[in-house]
């Protein structure tokens, strides 16, 4: 700890000490009071709910002995008529020897009727009732009279305005029944209550007292009694804002005087630490003529000299990093990576003297692969020194291995590992990582079916490649200089290779659906053009799948849109699944999709549309449904199949004859596949192709012509020409 700090800790102990504790006895002693008042409170409270309990036990129970003292069967209903007329018991009932009810008045609570006299509830009470024995003159007994009082939330608010307190009923599992708590504080009541034992007072987080009260002979409810806190409302808030104030107080005064103290000292600490960071502008103010002052003095006198000397040398390297840092803005504004990789490399070398370097990428394995090299002749540990790619890393191994997982640069001289790593030989090195530009998000496509996994080949250190020279003249070592310096070159190389990845990934989204990964309507433009070309130059036939969800509507309008684009990411998913390499799949716009089958046959085509047909019928799709539990959606799907060039001269009209299949086979019942009428007359072309003649059943079949010896087959006929891959 400085000077300063010690000064200052020690202040600050002497002031705020007697503080804390001064703030503590307060509030502790506020804090006993205020619960011995509510424990004060909660006990007469106890002692007025078992007061209430017991008048209203004893006038049921006057009640029930005013009907049993009437003998005549008549006269006595009469009279149970009247106690409840009168208002004192809600409910007679009148009970013969065997059990059976004699006779009860109307209206009388619900069961099950808690007796007074009982030591607790055995269940949720719904009426407080007294029973009494009914007797002949002779003394024989006849059975017994009860009345009964509901014990209804009425009941409960009247505990409450007599005792002046919360009231809370519970049934036996320890539930509430009735209660006169608000809504925001009924939890933390019935938590404390659970805590409560005997006439144990808890308390609760906002500051309310609760007991429990019964059941117990005589008062038989099991109620639960609460009072708020008599605390004032913002004691605490002012206790620490008193502590804060006099803390703010006593640090401003402890600065004061520990600044004053030591300012001198610390002024020439932070000078020479600049100084010996590089800041050779640092100087210290004289304030007084002692000691410390003429060692400012000296210090103000030593750093003007060495700045005069470092300004001369550092002058030319600044021009040359001006020079390269225009350089590497105009490299990373064109996109081919190997010629901006080619050029960053030679100019780093040129700029440290190095004799060889490197410039390695991450791939998707966890390898370095070399990019471009120069001057590693003779150095090259295997492969074709041609190639750069025969240099290969795995992260973690070796010098450039070590940079890219740690993501620190490294320098010094060579030490040869057995077994080797695959680097090349050298005396020295420096080599820096370099990753993508801060801000920059990995590119690729979404994590979903039909895209590639997000485009994340840096490792944990963020590094997606690694920059390295080899040796100097002379046999001198790397300096920090030269750190600094390929620092930049590795800067201008992220942002190129992130600069080609956002123009990648720019091609790739205006091509594909955002949603299912497939490709999109434009691209669809694109294809069908082409395709027809192709098959036109070559005399092969084109297949093309119109397909549309059946009743897609009712699943958004059922379980959400959600689980509508689930369906449709699904959807998208199997198509994929049952196409070959070198057919294409696109989403034309909501659940309307199209496939393209080159060198595939009206046959072939069916026999897809078959399988695309029963791998979605087949499956339902699970979706997550509105409480959250998965779904299994049924789903179907139509489909309307066209050959160029039986049913159509372009591309266009192929699409169209598609579509009017699909029609078709939605008009027959959804769920199957319509294949396109031929048109009448048999559209012609302006170009000529090689025939291709359709067998007598109906279904044209690619390369079946004299002129275009092709095997004939399904979906998988004709050779397969290059294509990107599915969905991208």
């Known amino acids: 700890m400085t000077l300063r700090g010690r000064l200052t800790a020690a202040f600050l102990t002497v002031v705020l000490g007697p503080v804390l504790l001064g703030a503590f006895f307060v509030g502790s002693t506020l804090s006993a009071v205020d619960r011995g008042r509510a424990t004060e409170r909660l006990g007469l409270a106890a002692a007025g709910v078992r007061t209430s309990v017991d008048a209203l036990c004893q006038q049921l129970r006057a009640a029930a002995d005013a009907v049993a003292l009437v ?43 808690q007796d007074c006299a009982a030591d607790a509830a055995t269940g949720p009470v719904r009426a ?70 005997g006439d144990r007072v808890t308390g609760t987080a906002d500051g309310r007292y609760v007991r429990r009260v019964g059941p117990s002979p005589g008062q038989p409810l099991p109620l639960v009694l609460s009072v708020p806190g008599e605390r004032p409302p913002g004691l605490y808030a002012a206790l620490v804002g008193a502590v804060v104030l006099a803390a703010l107080l006593a640090v401003l005064a402890a600065w004061r005087l520990a600044r004053v103290t030591t300012r001198p000292l610390v002024e020439l600490a932070g000078a020479v630490d600049r100084v010996a960071h590089g800041d050779l502008t640092a100087r210290v103010p004289v304030r ?23 300004a001369a040398l550092t002058s030319s390297r600044d021009q040359l990093r001006g020079h390269l840092t225009v350089l590497g803005d105009t490299l990373a504004s064109t996109h081919d990576l190997q010629r901006i990789l080619r050029v960053i490399l030679h100019s780093a070398i040129v700029a440290t003297g190095a004799r060889a370097g490197a410039v390695l990428l991450l791939d998707g394995d966890g390898v370095l692969v070399g990019q471009c090299v120069e001057g590693l002749d003779g150095r090259w540990p295997t492969g074709d020194p041609a190639d ?63 895209h590639p996994p997000a485009d994340d080949d840096a490792t944990e250190s963020g590094a997606l490649g690694v920059l390295a020279l080899y040796d100097r003249p002379g046999a001198d070592e790397f300096d920090d200089g030269d750190l600094v310096t390929l ?20 091609q790739r989204l205006s091509l594909t659906d955002p949603l299912t990964g497939l490709w999109n309507y434009r691209y669809l433009r694109e294809s069908i053009r082409r395709e027809v070309e192709r098959a036109n130059r070559f005399g092969r036939m084109l297949s093309v799948l119109a397909l549309d969800l059946d009743r897609f509507k009712d699943v958004n309008d059922t379980w959400g849109h959600a689980a509508g684009d689930a369906v449709l990411v699904e959807f998208a998913r199997r198509v994929r699944g049952e196409i070959r390499e070198v057919d294409l799949a696109f989403r034309q716009g909501g659940e309307e999709f199209v496939v393209l089958l080159p060198e595939t046959d009206a046959r072939g085509a069916t026999i897809v549309a078959e399988r695309l ?116």
């Open 71 to 113: 003998a005549d069967p008549a006269a006595r209903s009469r009279a149970a008529d009247q106690v409840v007329s009168r208002g004192l018991a809600a409910a007679v009932q009148i009970v013969d020897t065997a059990g059976r009810t004699s006779y009860a008045t109307l209206g009388g609570p619900a069961g099950p009727w």
């Open 288 to 310: 007084s003529r002692d000691e410390i002052g003429r060692l400012a003095a000296a210090f103000n006198r030593m750093t003007r000299e060495t700045g005069s000397y470092v």
């Open 487 to 506: 620092r930049t070159f590795a800067g201008h190389a992220a942002v190129a290779v992130e600069n080609v990845r956002v123009h990648e990934e720019a």
């Open 613 to 728: 047909g029963s791998v979605v019928r087949d499956q339902p799709v699970r979706v997550e449904g509105h409480t959250g539990e998965p779904i299994a959606v049924p789903v179907t799907v139509s489909i309307g199949i066209a050959v160029y060039p039986d049913h159509a001269a372009g591309g266009q009209q192929v699409l169209d004859a598609a579509d009017d299949a699909l029609y078709a086979a939605k008009a027959a019942g959804r769920d199957g596949y319509r294949l396109a009428r031929a048109p009448d007359p048999v559209p012609t072309q302006e170009i000529p192709v090689v025939a291709a003649v359709s067998p007598p059943d109906g279904l044209p079949r690619a390369g079946a012509g004299d002129a275009a010896p092709v095997a004939q087959g399904g979906a998988s006929s004709g050779p397969h020409p290059p294509r990107q891959s599915r969905g991208r």
């Open 128 to 197: 407080l009732a007294a029973r009494v024995r009914l007797r002949d003159p002779a003394g024989a007994d006849l059975g017994t009279v009860a009345a009964a009082q509901p014990v209804d939330p009425a009941f409960v608010a009247r505990l409450a305005a007599v005792t002046g307190v919360g009231v809370t009923l519970l049934d036996d599992p320890g539930r509430i029944t009735h209660t006169t708590e608000d809504r925001e504080v009924r939890a933390a009541v019935l938590a404390a209550a659970r805590e409560a034992d």
């Open 388 to 450: 750069p790619a025969t240099l290969r890393v795995p992260v973690g191994a070796g010098v450039l291995g070590a940079v890219a997982a740690t993501g620190e640069p490294l320098r010094g001289r060579w030490e040869a590992v057995d077994p080797p790593t695959g680097e090349p030989s050298c005396e020295t090195y420096v080599a820096v990582p370099f990753a993508a530009p801060r801000g920059a998000e990995p590119r690729g496509g979404p994590d979903r079916p039909g």
